[in-house]
Every structure is written in C-alpha cells, then in structure tokens.
T-cell receptor, first 111, second 113 residues
Framework: GQQLNQSPQSMFIQEGEDVSMNCTSS?????WLWYKQDPGEGPVLLIA?????ELTSNGRLTAQFGITRKDSFLNISASIPSDVGIYFC???????????FGRGTSLIVHP | DAGVIQSPRHEVTEMGQEVTLRCKPI?????LFWYRQTMMRGLELLIY????????DSGMPEDRFSAKMPNASFSTLKIQPSEPRDSAVYFC???????????FGEGSRLTVL
C-alpha cells in the first residue's frame, strides 16, 4: 500500500522561530491534508490542498501541494508555545476517500 | 455544532474483560472510521463504514475486535477479551462521503492491565 514519509520526526525550537516540515511518497496523491493533534486530543484538520502547486495559508500556517504530486510541505511562521503538538500529513489518491496518514512530526516550542 | 463524540474518554480494565467504546458521528456525515493510535504504529485504520455498512475491516487486528454501526448516529468498537497489547488511544472519525476530510473525536484512552 501507499506510504507517507514524514520528516522530521520531531523538532525542538525556540518561540519565534519558523518551522518547516514535509511529507513525501512514492505514490501520486490528488489531495493532501495537514492535521494537528494537541496533547490528549484528536487530530484537527488545518489545511486541505487539492491541486498540484497549490499554496494555501491558515493564519501563520502555509502548506503547499508539491508539483510532482508526491509531496507536500507545511510551514509555521513565528512559532508560539500553543503550536506544540503532533502534525500529521495525509494523502488521498484518485477515487479514494480513505486518507493515508504519515507518522507525524512532533513539535516542541520552548518559550 | 457538536463534533464527533466518543465515550468513555478513559478506560482502565483488566486482561480478559470486555471493552466497549462508543462513538456518535457528526450529523449528516456518511462515513465513519475507527483508528487506533500507539507510539509504535502511529495511526492505524481499523475499520470504516459507509452509510452504516462496514466496507473494509482488514485493519481489525483479530477476531477479538468487532465493530457495529446500527444507525447513522451511533457506532461501537468492542474488544472481547481484552489483552494488555490492546492498550492504545482509539479514535472515531467521520466525514461526508467522498471528501476524505476526517473529523476526529477526542479519543478513548484504553489501558488493559
């Protein structure tokens, strides 16, 4: 089956720094989704991308759908302590509504 | 609007006991998913339903696990008998058919002693 490689696995940064993480696959996806899971909660959808090359922002978060359709990127600008959590990417292939999830990037922000 | 509602939030039980986890999806959503999350394996899809019908249960670990969706507003995941290796956080998620955008509940943290 499809696999998503998400990196880095974890990040420890200082408040105010920018963050970049990515998700790659050997398969082509038609939709990319980025979720955030706060400690003790369920994942929450942050951004959905539907077209190759698409760049979408949600506040300080910006995500891009890679041109090859095999990757996606998430950037967080000027990080704050409440950005702490696990960020998951998920991809959907054509005709499927079952997302394939990455293993997540754990983000810790030091005040 | 109410999100996906799961109960219980926490369950501690002894090996061999039956465990039932419950889920109420978002009203109007046609698809329901059960996931298990562990440090070792991440998020694993156990089973999903479309319009209350189980479509793919290939992710269910073994016969000790069963899931039902008797109507559009309720689903259960049952483990009988439970084992320590079943300890995990179990998530229920729902989506509108064909969107692939899942809305997760807050999860049920299961500890089997």
């Amino acid at each position: 089956g499809q696999q998503l490689n998400q990196s880095p696995q974890s990040m420890f940064i200082q408040e105010g720094e920018d963050v970049s993480m990515n998700c790659t696959s050997s398969s082509i996806f038609n939709t990319w989704l980025w979720y955030k899971q706060d400690p003790g909660e369920g994942p929450v959808l942050l951004i959905a991308l539907y077209k190759a090359g698409e760049l979408t922002s949600n506040g300080r978060l910006t995500a891009q759908f890679g041109i090859t359709r095999k990757d996606s990127f998430l950037n967080i600008s000027a990080s704050i302590p409440s950005d702490v959590g696990i960020y998951f990417c998920a991809g959907l292939t054509g005709g499927s509504y079952i997302p394939t999830f990455g293993r997540g990037t754990s983000l810790i922000v030091h005040p | 609007d109410a999100g996906v509602i799961q109960s219980p939030r926490h369950e501690v039980t002894e090996m061999g006991q039956e465990v039932t986890l419950r889920c109420k999806p978002i009203s109007g959503h046609n698809s329901l998913f059960w996931y298990r999350q562990t440090m070792m394996r991440g998020l694993e899809l156990l089973i999903y339903f479309n319009n209350n019908v189980p479509i793919d249960d290939s992710g269910m670990p073994e016969d000790r696990f069963s899931a039902k969706m008797p109507n559009a507003s309720f689903s259960t995941l049952k483990i009988q008998p439970s084992e320590p290796r079943d300890s995990a956080v179990y998530f229920c998620a729902s989506s509108q058919y064909n969107t692939g955008e899942l809305f997760f509940g807050e999860g049920s943290r299961l500890t089997v002693l």
